[in-house]
């Protein structure tokens, strides 16, 4: 379900590991799609659409994007916050439906056992999802959804 909305179109593959130059986490490797449809002008402006992208994994890091020749981009240079690196309660969990970490825990609290999952899924089964383009990950967003709402449980 990772991939439920990335089409098999353009796919890369990185045969050399490069780590993030700022903290040296490993990185995942995006597609150049996912990095021009979220960078702002300004940034964009800047993109080597030739080279091969990878996210920071790191939460403590302020690398967002980086590519082998050390070229970065952070939070800043791009339209959304990232779930990832972001513990604002209005960060995106789903980008493409609006699902925010407070519209979740709010949903759960008022049903007990929360609709975002169902929700999303029957968008992903009717083909509404573009988290290709929407998701600073690149990813389907579910499975964040799915490890957000756990923690909630567990509090």
Known sequence: ???????????ITI????????CGSKGKDIKIITIKSLLLPEA???LDASENYRMCSNQKCDVIYFNDKGGIFQAQDLKVPVFLKNDDQNCPVCYCFGWTREKLKAD?????????ENEISGHIKA???VCEVNNPEGSCCLNNVKKYLASL???
């Open 153 to 155: 449980l567990e509090i």
């Open 108 to 116: 759960l609290e008022k049903t007990g056992s929360g609709t975002a």
């Open 1 to 11: 379900m990772e991939d439920c909305c990335v089409s098999n179109n353009n796919s």
């Open 127 to 129: 083909g509404r999802c």
């Open 15 to 22: 045969d050399t590991e490069i780590n993030c130059p700022r």
């Open 44 to 46: 964009l402006a800047t």
